[in-house]
């Protein structure tokens, strides 16, 4: 009877120890389940020429709306949207006949004045007419004259020529309509060269001189063209409070057009100390808010930031880190606010 009391009591030794290192094993899986592996990196701030970008709109050289000088109806125009131009080409014209009759008609007035006068002038130097009467016929034929040439002027506008060289980007009338004198009917613009109108806000107005250089891209060509500075304008726009810039590109082959979007890089001669970080380590909330996990201790935790400019495969971080602080940069869709990780 005593040898199964013993036996009985070893037996439960042994079944209390097994019992005991398997709560621990288990204890030691479930904590070890509930942290998250995750490759972290220390944030360091960088000196670095911050290139100013900025977007624009493509304007021609020289924009000009064209008109006649006279009205009338309009007798036909050559061009049509987007065709090239020459300085002094017939472009458009007016019906033309009853400026036509009102010169025939003032012909006819110098030449019946312009004999009274010859008549008039043989009598004069005779001593026959008065010097009054005289005076009074050789009035009439300058005015005669006079109208002579401004309806010759009222004839020669009823065709219109371009002043400039360049390209027809806008046609407001076509032929057969009827236009008032200065009535705008085509609009005409030089291309050789084309200035981008860009806005920069007055933070970084300071960073901007005239004659700089600058790059610009123009997304619809998939091109990037060299230009400068051309001016700086001296007020805000009330509305925005930024200041318009205009950067001049030669433009010889005459692909950009005015109306294209451009994008302005302008490289700053000014260092700063930046913070970037790698552009996968950037999540995003369903309302479009970035956030990042930043460790501290042996748990991450979320952080909201804003973001500037793309530095290479890294993106800059306007607000919301600071340097020395350690973010999770692998791992990072396994957490959640507070989740406790281990750095691999």
Not at 196 to 217: D, K, T, W
Not at 295 to 321: C, M, P, W, Y
Request: a negative charge; one cysteine or more; hydrophobic letters at 40%.
């Amino acid at each position: 009877m005593k040898n199964y009391s013993i036996f009985g009591i070893s037996l439960g030794l042994w079944a209390s120890v097994f019992l005991t290192a398997c709560g621990e094993k288990k204890s030691t899986e479930t904590l070890s389940a509930n942290v998250v592996p995750v490759i972290t990196e220390l944030v360091n701030s960088q000196e670095q020429n911050k290139d100013i970008k900025l977007s624009g709109n493509v304007e021609g050289n020289s924009t000009i709306r064209l008109g006649f000088l006279v009205a009338g109806r309009i007798n036909q125009i050559n061009l049509h949207e987007g065709e090239s131009v020459k300085q002094g080409q017939l472009i458009a014209s007016l019906d033309p006949t009853s400026y036509e009759i009102a010169k025939e008609l003032a012909d006819i007035q110098v030449s019946q004045v312009a004999d009274e006068h010859q008549r008039l002038k043989l009598m004069y130097d005779r001593k026959s007419v008065s010097e009054s009467d005289f005076n009074k016929v050789d009035l009439s034929l300058q005015g005669a004259k006079a109208q002579q040439r401004l309806q010759a002027k009222n004839l020669a506008d009823t065709r219109l020529t371009s002043p400039i060289s360049g390209i027809l980007i806008k046609r407001l009338a076509e032929p057969g309509e009827i236009v008032s004198s200065g009535m705008p009917i085509l609009v005409v613009s030089d291309i050789s060269k084309i200035n981008v109108m860009a806005y920069i806000p007055e933070s970084q107005l300071g960073l901007v001189r005239i004659g700089q250089e600058a790059e610009v891209e123009i997304a619809a060509l998939g091109e990037n063209f060299k230009g400068k500075v051309l001016e700086v304008s001296g007020m805000a726009d009330p509305t925005t409070r930024a200041f318009t810039i205009k950067v001049e590109v030669d433009n010889p082959k005459n692909l950009i057009r005015p109306g294209m979007i451009a994008d302005v890089k302008l490289a700053s001669t000014q260092a700063e100390n930046i913070i970037s970080i790698p552009v996968a380590s950037v999540l995003r909330t369903p309302e479009g808010q970035s956030y990042i996990y930043v460790v501290e201790g042996d748990q991450a935790f979320q952080r909201n930031i804003s973001l500037g400019a793309l530095v290479g495969d890294k993106i800059e971080v306007v607000t919301g880190l600071t340097d020395g602080e350690t973010i999770v940069v692998g791992g990072q869709h396994k957490l959640t606010n507070g989740t406790k990780v281990s750095a691999q």
